[in-house]
């Protein structure tokens, strides 16, 4: 289990990677908030994976205040770009 | 006894961190807003929840899969609300639909 969890964070470090080199790049404000949205999400999913790998409790609480920020955030973009246009 | 419940946790994660990959993936090569909004939820949900999984078998304590519980419940709820404010945004503008 050990072996197979730490290649699942690698992967995510992966996916993470790629997904805040999307956030990076000269796209539109709701490009990046996608992006950022599925980034709160891979590092909501990575902190449980770790959970899980360890036996920790701890991680699940930040797991719950990631998912939560990143809402606020998505939230937060969407009302910014339906009052300003762009 | 242990030696299945490790190798469902090992799956759950497996999958959990492949659907964060596909996400990833998925964002590069899709065409508009909407589509790569419609690959960014898959670990926004099904990801969370195989990971939230993973975890639940491995932390015995009531208390513990309480609170997976409520990650998972509060992650359902609030990302189909998420999206459809950004979605209901980005609706009838070209500028911001337009790759690029």
Known sequence: MNVVGYVSLAIVFVAAALTVWRAVLPVSVADRSVAID?????????????AALRADALLVDLALVFGLVGFLATVTVARFIERRGS | MSTAV??????????????????????????DVLSRMH???????????CCAGAATLQLADLSD?????VAV???LVTAPVGA????RAVRGR???AADE
């Open chain 1, 38 to 50: 599925a980034l709160t999400a891979m590092i909501s999913g990575g902190l449980l994976i770790g």
């Open chain 2, 73 to 75: 419940v509060l992650q």
């Open chain 2, 65 to 69: 899969v309480t609170k997976l519980a």
């Open chain 2, 39 to 49: 690959a960014a939820t898959k670990p926004a949900t099904l990801g969370i929840v």
């Open chain 2, 6 to 31: 490790d190798v469902a946790t090992s799956a759950l994660m497996l999958v959990g961190a492949l659907l964060s990959l596909i996400a990833a993936i998925g964002l590069h090569r899709l065409g």
């Open chain 2, 84 to 87: 459809h404010m950004l979605a």
């Open chain 2, 94 to 96: 070209p500028t911001l």
